[in-house]
């Protein structure tokens, strides 16, 4: 078969070559208007989401893991609660809780890598203060199961909706279903700042009015502080740049999505599971996260073959050294140990060629016949 010299699994190089003038064109105004932080640039991104997510508000801060913990904060989880999560995700699900003084609560997760909504009942003490299901690869939860778990023991839910851009569940976005919801804009999702950005929806006006406060340092105004708070906000350079993409979003996730239904199309083989869609979900495919049997040497044979993929992530939350404080041990989850073993996430994103997504699913065909 024909090969491509290299099918790279980032495409943020490509992004700025077409889309430089506009950034450019974004740096330039911004900056002549000598419009750096809170200005209304900031005010103005912070309304189109709200109207692309029907969420209430939109509160921009400097990162993801800063809206998941203050969407904790806020949700009233304090030193030595519990909170209910997934062990699979990047840890700044569990740093966020940690932060806090709170533990996290895992509970293994089903066939989607997202939380397992029937064992959460069984994790509940008196000590849960909230539930913070992970929409990972930006395939959101059983939000209808969880929110009526929610509902029946009166414990909030926290969304880590960071790779939910985009997503939607019966109808309704990502980071919408519970008190709030964080947002994260790495560079690496499909609504990317410059660096790192993040933001906090909830239809929750007190919610909104702390986040805000807490944001700025807990003032109220410029000379007036009524609670310590951060400096996370996010800048309005990065504002502006998310607002140009905002409306490039839904474009980038459907080129994303026949992307991943190219390689369902294509990929041969009973040793390779690919993610699927309900009817009533469309995901933002951050990630197109599959599992893969012999997964480190399949791998090593793409690389090798010029194919970039990465593991998101080898190790389940709570198997890493900062967990140890927790008590966990290895055999705790065992379906989100054997999946952590098997992720891989192959490029899809939205540069790629029908050539390239080709070469990459008959690269995966090619190795599992060979073994």
Known sequence: MNKPLKVPFIDLKQRYKE????????????LSLGHLIMTPELSNFENEVCNYTGSKHCIGLNSGTDALM???MTAGVKKNDE???????FVATSGAIAHIGAKPIYVDTGE?????PYLIEQAITSKTKAIVPVH?????????????ISLKYNIPVVEDSAQTMGSFYKNKHGGTFGLSGAISCHPLKNLNALGDGGLLLTDNDEIASKVKRYRNHGLESRDNCIEYGVNSRLDVLNAEVLSF????????????????????????????TLPEENSFQSTSYVMCLGLFKKRDELQKFLLSEGIESMIYYGT????????????????DFPIAEKQSKMVLALPHHQYLTYEQISYVAETINQFYKEK
Request: proline share 2%.
């Open 70 to 72: 203050m969407g904790l």
């Open 19 to 30: 889309e430089k003038n506009e950034i450019l064109t974004c740096l330039d105004r911004v």
């Open 245 to 272: 993409r905002l409306k490039l979003l839904n474009e980038i996730t459907q080129k994303r999505k026949q992307n991943v239904q190219l390689y369902k199309k294509l990929i041969k083989t009973d040793h390779a």
């Open 136 to 148: 990972w690869a930006g395939k959101i939860a059983d939000m209808s199961t969880i929110m009526d």
């Open 112 to 116: 989607d890598l997202n939380i397992n």
């Open 316 to 331: 389940p939350l709570h198997l890493h050294k900062a967990a140890e404080m927790f008590g966990y041990k290895k055999g």
């Open 83 to 89: 909170v209910i999560t997934s062990p699979i995700s």
